[in-house]
């Protein structure tokens, strides 16, 4: 059973103007903005929604939206799914959220999703088109297996350079990655995963204009054509050479 029938990322912010400003710089498009029932303001890349939210909470998320959330909340505890937080509305379950493996927190929320901002899918940010949301996960095929149930199929596997997979749910890709936590390859944190073939130059664009990697991979020549960065707020994104 899928989550729902639309899918947004939410990031907890401290600053909403700050990190408004961030986004534009990266080539991100404003959608829409309020101040209740605090500040806010929805983004996107061209592919996914991405509401900024300073509630007074750090954090980074998916919401997954329907009008049927509380029949699907429902099934999915008949199933052994627990939920860690579960809020009414006008006396009836509007919201409930859980936590996934590799620490993932997703929300259900009841809203009818025809109401929600449809991306084009066409990427429209400076970082390129949008690959995965990455997830550091202890094993993959657990990790696998939990989202399986819950609607993502498995687009691709490997075991090179350590276990990890793509998988989707036609709303949403999730990259699972089971790097070990001290290994070359860890990192913390859901990472928002972007590819392009000119990646160097869009790198270098950046920087350019003031923004301030985390993480350089330069190649043999010195060309960075990878690279890690950092949001006001800690908020991770890969920026990597190659095509989807």
């Known amino acids: 059973m899928k989550l729902g029938k639309a899918v947004q990322i939410n990031i907890g912010v401290s600053d909403l103007e700050k990190s408004l400003a961030f986004y534009m710089q990266l080539g991100f498009q404003q959608i829409d903005e309020s101040t209740e029932p ?21 954090y980074i ?12 909340i ?27 493996p590799g620490g993932l ?11 929600m901002p449809e991306p084009s ?3 429209k940010s400076r970082c390129g088109t949008f690959g995965e949301f990455a997830i550091s996960v202890d094993d993959f095929q657990s990790a696998a297996e939990f989202w399986g149930e819950l609607g993502f199929t498995n687009l691709h596997e490997s075991h090179d350079p350590y276990p990890w997979g793509i998988l989707s749910d036609e709303m949403m890709v ?27 130059d869009r790198i270098a664009g950046l920087k350019q204009d003031g923004i301030t990697f985390a993480n350089e991979m330069p190649d043999e020549n010195g060309l960075v054509n990878n690279a890690t960065l950092r949001g006001p707020d800690g908020e991770l994104f890969f920026l990597f050479e190659g095509e989807i």
Do not use: C
């Not at 998320?61 to 699907?72: E, N, T």
């Not at 070990?180 to 000119?198: K, V």
């Open 174 to 200: 999730l990259g699972l990655h089971q790097t070990g936590e001290n290994g070359e390859f860890a990192f913390s944190g859901p990472a928002i995963t972007y590819f392009a073939r000119d990646m160097a």
């Open 121 to 123: 899918g066409l990427p």
């Open 38 to 58: 605090y500040p806010w303001a929805r983004l996107t890349d061209g592919q996914n929604l991405v509401l900024l939210n300073q509630d007074g909470n750090i």
């Open 105 to 115: 927190v997703v929300g259900l929320i009841n809203h009818d999703p025809a109401e």
């Open 74 to 100: 429902t099934r999915l505890e008949g199933k052994g799914f627990e939920f860690v937080q579960r809020r009414e509305q006008d006396g009836q379950l509007f919201m409930a959220i859980f936590v996934g």
């Open 61 to 72: 998320g998916l919401v997954y939206f329907s009008k049927d959330a509380a029949r699907r």
